[in-house]
């Protein structure tokens, strides 16, 4: 079972942080994803780290603003986003996937959580 937190309303250009904190054993030998969905739009994969925090990897969109961290004794993977657009703004999902890997396919993912909010005002 993954809890997805911290999102909220906030001001273009000020910065959030997601957690996802996870039940289970599982979570430590698996990928985890972050992936929005914004009003009327398809989700959309954000950001991955494999299952020890060596690889990760983000969506064009988000390279260079967003950081994926993970610490595997708390069982929560991170979302730092610095640099919030109003096009950021979304609900959050974190997910995890059977695989040890990075992951930008859904479809790979197999525990969701219940997202959170992101709303950047302009």
């Known amino acids: 079972q993954l809890q997805a937190s911290g999102g909220g309303l906030v001001q273009g250009g000020t910065s959030l942080r997601l957690s996802c904190v996870a039940s289970g054993r599982t979570f430590r030998s698996s990928g985890v994803g972050w992936f929005r969905q914004a009003p009327g739009k398809e989700r959309e994969f954000v950001a991955t780290?494999?299952?020890?925090?060596?690889?990760?990897y983000y969506a064009d969109s988000v390279n260079g603003r967003f950081t994926i961290s993970r610490n595997n004794a708390k069982s929560t993977v991170y979302l730092q986003m610095n640099g919030l657009k109003p096009e950021d703004t979304a609900v959050y999902y974190c997910?995890?996937?059977?695989?040890?890997?990075?992951?930008?396919?859904?479809?790979?993912?197999?525990?969701w959580g219940q997202g959170t909010l992101v709303t950047v005002s302009s």
């Open positions: 997910a995890a996937a059977i695989g040890l890997g990075i992951y930008y396919n859904s479809g790979q993912y197999a525990y």
């Open positions: 780290i494999n299952w020890s925090g060596s690889t990760t």
